[in-house]
């Protein structure tokens, strides 16, 4: 699978911006999608997931009820709204993909998020 993310940018406390993963390679409905990121300086976190056929999400504390993960499968793409943007969501976006059996893990490039204040 090979998956290209877009999106990022800079924006300023409050406001909001949409990423994109766009897969390919493989049957995208078969992979759980999710969306980690790394501040500057920090390990890399996990933000939002969601399963294979979109039925379930799940988000990191620090994001719920500011995220949204969704996926159109038929356009094998996920995406990550983020709205009430904080500088501490200054940070390196990945998708990354996993197998429904877990065997194979994709990660994407990496797209940058910019907040200030």
């Known amino acids: 699978v090979q998956l290209q993310a877009s999106g990022g940018g800079l924006v300023q406390t409050g406001g909001s911006l949409t990423l994109s993963c766009a897969a390919s390679g493989r049957t995208f409905s078969n992979y759980r999608m999710a969306w980690f990121r790394q501040p500057p300086g920090k390990e890399r976190e996990f933000v939002a997931g969601?399963?294979?056929?979109?039925?379930?999400?799940d988000y990191a504390d620090s994001v719920k009820g500011r995220f949204t993960i969704s996926r159109d499968n038929a356009k094998n793409t996920v995406y990550l709204q983020m709205n009430s943007l904080k500088p501490e969501d200054t940070a390196v976006y990945y998708c990354?993909?996993?197998?429904?059996?877990?065997?194979?893990?994709?990660w994407g490039q990496g797209t940058q998020v910019t907040v200030s204040s």
């Open positions: 990354r993909a996993t197998s429904i059996n877990g065997q194979y893990i994709y």
């Open positions: 969601i399963r294979w056929n979109g039925g379930g999400t």
